[in-house]
Structure formats: structure tokens, C-alpha cells
């Protein structure tokens, strides 16, 4: 039997962790009462492609896992897909089925002031009375999340672990060059240069505008992002006004660019040559997801360097002791229920949600179905795992059909083979530890639109900042004129971010406090 697992990030997101799972039970997988009708409600589940199994179905109420699905609930569901560049012409049209799923807040742009104009109900009631498995499991933070006004909107796939990123090297270089993992910054330096003396091409793989590319930015604490604000005296500013420390991020990067240790034509190389590279062996470390990518860069890697050994090791750590990525919003996905919806109708709806959290519902959405998808021998399940893309895009629509479930790993997929449990170990003995705290603004702040050059994105700093920054790795201009940079940035729109995001936290107005603890 192939077990070969394919972790795309869709279906590690969608798939979850099982952990907390209560066991199934009649009354849970019932939402009708017996002698009744199933219960028919319409619900839109969010996409972010215009590719995949389920787009790729002529019908699909009538596909197989569909069906499955209203047997198991005792429902008969009308599905849609929405993408969420089609939300708006959404609302505009008022065709809004009983259950909207998204991808944003409550407040964010695809809801289009939907929630503010009451289009959806508050749920706490519902959840607290027919849904008490989900609203114990959902973590506080993703709970605040999707709420407006203290009210809960939405009910959400989650993560309980926000570090997702990790800090991967090719072991067996590391061994080959008699060194221990690299602990510090000037560790990470030492290591890289030995293994440019073994000949590897690029000892730390770079991408453009440092996306995959930050971990010098993470452990002196100075991340541009979006959710990467800090208070500073009496004001709230993004993380690069720390001079001293942005500035020894910076002469770090330089020195791995004088060096040779990064690629040259870093600030251009794509995603896809970021990924060409590693892939062929030409990288000794590097930075990327950690649930979607240990096992595909182990056989990718081995399929050119058979000898080779891929790790996810703790993030290099600054003078402050701090390390690794920014911590990823504790909402993945949100489903919101239409005000029209009437109450008996919302009470079976949150039944339907609250089987999610059974045992058969885990079995169901990460393995399907027994005798057909897997079996048991022993007690042990075998799973047929995808082995190419349309088998992974249906295995991934299957999963995406879980409500309210912990997205940050499907523990019981993973669980089946030794890559997946070494995911599993990165993922509680690295990555819970490390990742940058900020403070993050829900809606964003509205000087954001005003000033698109200093708007930051989740994982991308402002274009004015990273075209100095680069510069400076560069040689163009120099480390030491940073300070001007903050005041060109303040200039230029600056000061009146800092003016609104200091008055939005002064007044708890939409702040998000983004933590691993």
C-alpha cells in the first residue's frame, strides 16, 4: 500500500487536529427529530481557487461525500462554494444562504459591513445551549476573533497553535560538519559558513521582499508586518522603529549577502525558484511552513541527494533571547448564520456543528469511509493516502467540510507514518516555543488605505520599508541611516498610523493581541 502522505496547506488547515475530540453519539448525529424529515438548510463553504475536485463537479449536492455527509447528520444540505473575491457581489445581490462560510472577521472587507447591518445572528445562546462541545473546545482568542460588539458572529476553525512556520536545515551537512544545531545568531552565521566550505550553494536560501526569508527579522524582534505593532513610550509603532535591533538585523543579512552565504539576486528570486532551489539541494537551511512541508522536501531533496536528512530545528535566537516567525491569526475560517434563519432551523444547524466534534466525524473527514478509504486490521487504521493531485484535491474537498475543528494539524493522519509524527514533534517541541507576539488592529487601521507604500501585509512590510532594507543589504545606502528612514516613513503617512493604531489601542478599539501563550 502507498502511504504516501501529500500535506497540501489547504488540507492541513481544513483537516485539524483531533485532539479533544468527544466520542460520537446518536443525539449528536441526529439533527432531526426521529420520525421526521432531514433537516435542509444551504450553506457556503469558501474557497480560495477556482481549481479543485469540488469545482470540477457538475452537481454538487449529488457528490458522493455530500451524500455521506447527510447520512451522517441526517441533513440535506444545498453546498455552494464562494470565493472571496465574489463576496461583495454576494451581498449586493442579497443571495445569502443559511450558513455563509469566510474566510474574515466579522468587521473585515469580504463581510461588507454585513454584520454591522445585522445580516447574521449572534450566536452565544446557541452555542452554550445545543453546541457546548464547540464552545468549550474553540480557544478564547478565536472566540474574540468573531465577535462584534461582545457578541460572537461566527463560529470558527481555529488554530491552537498560531506558529506555523519553522526553521529547517539539512542535517546531514550539519553532521558532515562536526557542528551542533545553531542556537544564536552568530551560530547561525558559523554554521552557514561551513557549509559553504562544504560547497553548498546557497547556505541560507533567500526569497524576495524577505517572504519565507524573515528569521534574522524574527530573532531581533523587528518583523514589518501588519500584526507586528509594539508599544513604544506612549505610542504604538511597527516593530522596525527599534532602531538598534533593526539595524543589527540588518548587518546581519548584510554580512550573509557579503559572504556569499544567501543568493546574490535574493531581493528577485520567486517563490518558485525559492522552491526549485531547495528542492534540487542546493540550500543548507531555510524557512517554511512546517505542517505542509517536512515530508515533500524529505523526498524531494532525497530524490537528488539520497544521503540527505531534513530537520526542523529551533529558530536562532537574538541578544533578547527572542526567535522564529509572526504568529498566524487564531481564526482560519469563520461560518456565519443568516438573521432569517428561524429558530428551529438555527437549533439543528448548531447540532450539525456540535457532531463535528464526535469521534465518527473525526474518522470521517480524515479518512473517509471504511472499506473503501481505509481499513482496520487489529485496531490499526490503513489509509489510503492521495498519491496525485486529483486524489489530493478530493481527500482536501472532504476535509474542508469540517466545521469548528482545530486547523492546526490532523493529528490522526499524521500520526500513521514517521514524517508525520516528526511534524507532530516540530510542531509541540519547536514551534510552540518560539514566534513573535505583536499587536494587530481588526478592521485595519484606515490610514492603511491612504498610504498603500507603508501598509503592511501578513507576512510582507511595508514597500517603502523593504526597498530601504534591501538597499542597505546591499551596500547602496547606509545601516546607519535608518533613523532616517522612520522619519521619511513618518513623513510620508507615518505619523498618521501611529496617531490612529496608538488611539485604537488607547481605547480598546478592534485591538488583536497576537500570542502563542
Known sequence: MN??????????????SLAGCSSGSADSSQNAAEGQGPLKFSIAYPVTTGDGYAQRSPDLNKDKWIQRLNKLTHTELDVRLIQREKMSVLFAGNDIPDVLGSVDLPT???MSGSVEAGVFMPLDDLLKQYAPTVYKSVPKAAWEAVSYNGQIYAIPSYLTNPSRRGTYIRTDLLEKAGLPAP??????????????????????QMRENFKYADVILGAYDVLPYKDQFEKQGDQIVPKFFDVENTQKALQAYKTMYDEGLIPKDFATISSTDYSKNISAGKAGIWSANVGTGLKDFRT??????????????????????KGGYFLYSPMVSAYYINKKVDQEKAIGIMKFIEWMTTDEAAKFFSFGVEGENYTVENGKINYKFPTNKEETQEESFRTTLRLANDATYNKLQLDLSKDGQDVLAAFDNVLSKEGLPGIGFNPDLKAF????????????GPKLIVDH??????????????????????????NEIIKEATERYNNKDGVSLFSNQ
Do not use: H, Q
Open 3 to 16: 502511504k504516501k502522505v501529500s500535506l497540501v496547506l489547504a488540507a492541513a488547515l481544513a483537516a485539524g
Open 108 to 110: 473585515g472587507k469580504d
Open 183 to 204: 542556537k544564536t545568531v552568530d551560530d547561525f552565521l558559523n554554521v552557514m559558513r561551513a557549509f559553504k566550505k562544504l560547497g553548498v550553494e546557497y547556505p541560507y
Open 300 to 321: 524531494s531533496i532525497k530524490a537528488v541527494v539520497p544521503e540527505a536528512k531534513v530537520d526542523v530545528i529551533p529558530s536562532p535566537k537574538g541578544p533578547e533571547g
Open 449 to 460: 488605505s491612504k498610504y498603500p507604500d507603508l501598509t503592511p501585509l501578513g507576512d510582507t
Open 469 to 494: 532594507m534591501v538597499k542597505m543589504i546591499y551596500g547602496k545606502e547606509p545601516i546607519s541611516d535608518w533613523p532616517k528612514v522612520i522619519e521619511e516613513y513618518k513623513a510620508k503617512g507615518g
